[in-house]
C-alpha cells in the first residue's frame, strides 16, 4: 500500500515502481489466478508483481489511473479461449468489463485484440512485468501497451 495523493492505494510500491520503469510500447500482464505467472515472469526484465487479493477489474481500474496506453496500435490484447470452449459455448463475461474500464479510462474507444492462447504466453514472456491477480474469471488475462503522456501535443503547449 501506498501513502500518496492520487496513488490508488491497491498499488503495491513494486508494481508502482514497475510501470514508472516501463517505457513506451512496453507491456504489462495482469494474470488471472490460473496463468502461469512465475514461470512466464521470470523471462521478463520486471518479473512478477503478486497481487493475488486483488480481482483484475480493480486492478485495472487503479492502474488506468496512472497507465496511459498506446495510440498508435491495438493497446489491449486478450487470451482466446481453446476451440474446445468455444465449441462448447463458454463466454467471457469479464472482457467486457474490460472494454468499459479502458474505454471510461482513455475517453476514446480503444480496439482489443485477441491471441491465441500460446502466442499469448510467448507475448507474455516478452512484456515487461506480470502482474499475478486472484481474477477466478476464466480466460481474464490481459495485455496492456504503455503509450506516452502528451501523445496530442497539447500537454507540452499547455505547460508554456
Known amino acids: 500500500m501506498t501513502i500518496l495523493k492520487g496513488v490508488p492505494a491497491v498499488l503495491p510500491p513494486t ?64 487470451m482466446t479461449m481453446m476451440p474446445m470452449h468455444i465449441e462448447q459455448g463458454w463466454e467471457v463475461p469479464i472482457w467486457e468489463n474490460y472494454k468499459e474500464l479502458v474505454n471510461k479510462h482513455e475517453k476514446r474507444k480503444v ?28 480466460y481474464a488475462n490481459l495485455l496492456l501497451k504503455k503509450g506516452i503522456i502528451g501523445s496530442n501535443g497539447k500537454d507540452k503547449a499547455d505547460k508554456q
Open 111 to 138: 480496439q482489443f485484440s485477441v491471441v491465441e492462447r500460446f502466442a499469448f504466453y510467448e507475448r507474455a514472456k516478452e512484456a515487461y512485468v506480470v502482474v499475478a491477480t486472484g481474477e477466478s474469471a476464466l
Open 15 to 78: 508494481l508502482l515502481l514497475a510501470i514508472a520503469n516501463m517505457g513506451h510500447g512496453d507491456e504489462l500482464v495482469i494474470a488471472d489466478a490460473n496463468f502461469p505467472a512465475e514461470s512466464v515472469g521470470a523471462c521478463t526484465p520486471g518479473g512478477v508483481v503478486r497481487c493475488d487479493g486483488l480481482d483484475a477489474c480493480t486492478l485495472l481500474d487503479a492502474l488506468l489511473q496512472l497507465l496511459p496506453l498506446d495510440e498508435t496500435t491495438s493497446p489491449c490484447a486478450l
